[in-house]
Every structure is written in structure tokens, then in C-alpha cells.
């Protein structure tokens, strides 16, 4: 298993990785509700541009897309999503030594292949609810 991008943890946060060569998003809420994309198939070897982007259609709510060589190749309406910034734990890009945001790989789950460049853009249709980043925050320690 080879790691890409990873914000949060065990209770919630999102992660984009290889298994077995297929590529996989997985948007975990906390508890038993995780959202997961993969590939129909594993990726050949060789240089690839892979991506997950989201559109929010409401309040929590929105539609996850996977691509590969900028083809969608798998998508999924995520509803109830996690009312907290994973971010606020960290990114980690090409190795997750935090705990793992998928119950698929352990950490620290070190990417073995070579990242030419990684692209995060965060849209500013976020809602922010500082007090419960706070208090989540707080619950942490």
C-alpha cells in the first residue's frame, strides 16, 4: 500500500492512496461512516496525474469526484460529512505517521513512488464554526 495525501485521523479526517495499485478516496465522518471511491481497475505503471475534488451542494453535503489523467473515473454523493476541518490536525503528503484516516493501511504508510508535484486548492465556501474547532480541539488533549 503506498500513501498520497492525508488529513486527520481515526475519527475523521480524508485520504487519497494506492492499494494494490487501485486508487482510492476515503472521506471518513467518525465511527462506522466513511465515503469511498476507487479505481475500477489498478493503475498501470508509469507517470500519472491523479485528483479528488469535491462540489458542495449544501450545508455538509456535497459530490465527491476521483480522477485519473484528469478522466473522471468514479464519483459519489457524500451527505452528513464531518462538521470539523480535518486540516486542523495536519496534511501529511506521502506518508501518514499520524493515525490512519482508512482502516485499509497502518501508519506510517510511506508513498514509494516519486510525487512530481502535489495541487491543493481549498474554495472559500467553507463554513467555519470556530467554537466547535475550539472545543473539538480542546477534547483532543
Known amino acids: 500500500m503506498d500513501e498520497n495525501i492525508a488529513a486527520g485521523g481515526r475519527f475523521g479526517g480524508y485520504v487519497l492512496f494506492l492499494e494494490a495499485g487501485k486508487l482510492i478516496h476515503e472521506y471518513n465522518c467518525g465511527g462506522d461512516k466513511r465515503f469511498t471511491l476507487e479505481s475500477p481497475n489498478a493503475l498501470i505503471p ?6 479528488f475534488t469535491f462540489k458542495k451542494t449544501g450545508s455538509l453535503c456535497g459530490v465527491g469526484t476521483l480522477l ?13 460529512l464531518w462538521p470539523l476541518l480535518p486540516n ?17 493501511y497502518q501508519c506510517p504508510n510511506t508513498f514509494t513512488g516519486t510525487l512530481h508535484h502535489v495541487h491543493v486548492t481549498v474554495h472559500d465556501d467553507q463554513e467555519i464554526d470556530f467554537l466547535k474547532e475550539y472545543h ?6
Open 68 to 80: 485519473l489523467n484528469t478522466q473522471v473515473i468514479a464519483s459519489i454523493e457524500m451527505q452528513g
Open 46 to 51: 508509469g507517470r500519472h496525474q491523479v485528483g
Open 136 to 141: 473539538a480541539a480542546l477534547a483532543d488533549d
Open 88 to 104: 486542523a490536525t495536519g496534511i501529511h503528503c506521502g506518508r501518514d505517521d499520524g493515525s490512519p484516516v482508512s482502516e485499509r
